[in-house]
């Protein structure tokens, strides 16, 4: 197997000109690791005494400690570097210019899943939009999309439905890296911030993060292991509802389900356990946080048989609407809040559009709904490819 360089290793094997003298900040968490789990901030501190000046931190702390949404993480200080720690969620998630004076350059090094509502992306959009208005440099290290960069899927952002995880117009599954997406996000829809990023070398489109020969960093709690990360671009709708998406058990997005589903129903609507890609294997589980916190939980765990063929957002709305068919005097949609939304209903911003959820409650095939969106798709694909870094 080739392994996958990524661009923290590339950076510091070949440092970029831009990087000298200057003053330099991190946005980073547990993830961000080299192939032999040092960590950047240790790696920059190491290669460019003095210069590592600040730390930044998104959803779900430096630590990566916390658990759910709208749990807030406080600034600290490194214990190790003893330098600040400033959190982008937490009183703001936007930087502030206190939080980016002590630095010139401020480095990326997150690890994404690939997945339109997942915050590490608007946590960099926001830092763009920082660094144009306080003139400061930011250097995207890139890194997997680990749910692989061919496919895309899904529905487009509707602008009514923009939020904490939907700031643009892009599908649910959508194909780029995290380096990519900043490209996009600054020249496509104009932020123009002064923007360099290191690319992965060995990376294809092709590969899905079990190819690439790097080791798994959980980059929040509940994205535990590559297979959680596959499933989570259709799985994250049950944040929405009353159905526990496994939060509280060791298989988080890999188990669904909650105390009145009736496993023979859901795969009986389903028309069997055929869909593609998929088995889906009866189980029970207790959370021990979350929704339904000690109780027996009867749904499924999502095996994955072929990663081609499965479409996990078109897999996990079919679920969803055998759920609704068969249990709707149980099932309820979660109410607001939800990522700082205190409105709108949190299914609405998750499928960034409440159009869809209406399709789904009056039981439209959902393979019918997923043509409608091909259009849409279609435009999406042209303008990516202007900001494609692989082949």
């Not at 406080?74 to 630095?103: A, H």
Request: net charge negative; aromatic share 10%.
């Amino acid at each position: 197997m080739t392994h996958v360089q990524t661009g923290i290793e590339r950076l510091i094997n070949t440092p970029p000109a831009s990087i000298s003298k200057h003053r330099l900040g991190l946005l980073c968490n547990p993830s961000s690791v080299d192939s032999r789990l040092n960590h950047s901030r240790m790696l920059l501190n190491s290669h460019f005494p003095g210069q590592l000046t600040a730390l930044y931190s998104p959803q779900h702390g430096f630590f990566s400690e916390k658990q759910d949404n709208m749990i807030e993480s406080g600034n600290l200080f490194d214990p190790v570097l003893n330098i600040p720690v400033f959190s982008l969620y937490g009183e703001t998630r936007i930087p502030t210019k206190d939080m980016v004076d002590p630095i010139d350059i401020l480095i990326v090094d997150l690890q994404d899943v690939g997945t339109r509502v997942y915050t590490f992306i608007y946590t960099m959009s926001y830092i763009l939009e920082a660094a144009r208005i306080f003139g400061k440099k930011v250097i995207v290290l890139d890194r997997p999309n680990p749910v692989g960069g061919t496919k895309i899927e899904g529905n487009c952002l509707s602008p009514d439905y923009t939020s904490f995880v939907g700031r643009y117009p892009i599908p649910m599954r959508h194909g780029l890296t995290i380096g990519e997406l900043s490209l996009l996000f600054n020249d496509h829809f104009n932020i123009g911030c002064d923007l360099e990023v290191i690319p992965m070398k060995n990376w294809n489109r092709a590969m899905y993060f079990s190819d690439t020969g790097l080791p798994w960093i959980a980059p929040s709690p509940n994205l535990p292991t590559p297979e959680s990360a596959m499933v989570y671009p259709g799985q994250v709708i049950w944040e929405g509802t009353n159905v526990s998406e496994g939060r509280g058990t060791t298989q988080p997005f890999e188990l669904f389900g909650a105390p009145f589903v009736d496993i023979e129903k859901i795969i009986s609507f389903l028309g069997g356990n055929k869909l593609p890609g998929v088995f889906l294997r009866p189980a029970g589980f207790e959370p021990t946080s979350s929704k339904f916190t000690g109780r027996l939980c009867r749904g499924f765990q999502i095996h994955i048989t072929n990663r081609d063929d499965y479409a996990p957002y078109s897999t996990s709305l079919k679920l969803l609407q055998a759920v609704i068919y068969h249990h709707s005097e149980a099932f309820e949609w979660k109410s607001p809040p939800y990522e700082y939304e205190f409105k709108k209903l949190p299914i609405d911003l998750i499928l960034g559009n409440k159009k869809i959820r209406e399709q789904i409650e009056v039981m439209e095939n959902i393979d019918e709904m997923a043509e409608l969106w091909e259009k849409d798709l279609d435009e999406f694909r042209k303008i990516s490819r202007n900001y494609h870094l692989y082949k």
